[in-house]
């Protein structure tokens, strides 16, 4: 499927969830910058990466200081290539795990480790 497609498809499903979120996780969501993006252009030119990684977050956590420049603010990648292919092209295990992502990411930007986010059945 298109690249298009899938942002487009994983665009309302992001939408959705936030919506989904109570009020004070949603407003603490807000600053944490959500994009869709393609492994394989970060693996040519971006920081070692695991191929196969679904998403990523990068930078401060919830509670640290914003920063100042916009370029900085925390980020949840989420592989929409890698996404796709993980759910062997199955529309409707891709929507699932586009969610299922989306949280696991947004845990760690809430402060949560690795475990904490397996707990929530995020992982």
Known sequence: ???E???SIASSVVKATLESLPPAIRAEAADCV???AEIGALLDTGPDLDPDLLGLFEGNTRG???PESPDEMPRIRLFLDNLWADCD??????RQEVRITLLHELGHYLGLDEDQVAALGLA
């Open 1 to 3: 499927m298109r690249f």
């Open 5 to 7: 497609r899938l942002e």
């Open 34 to 36: 959500i994009e869709m």
């Open 64 to 66: 640290d200081p914003l």
């Open 89 to 94: 092209a199955d529309l409707r295990t891709y």
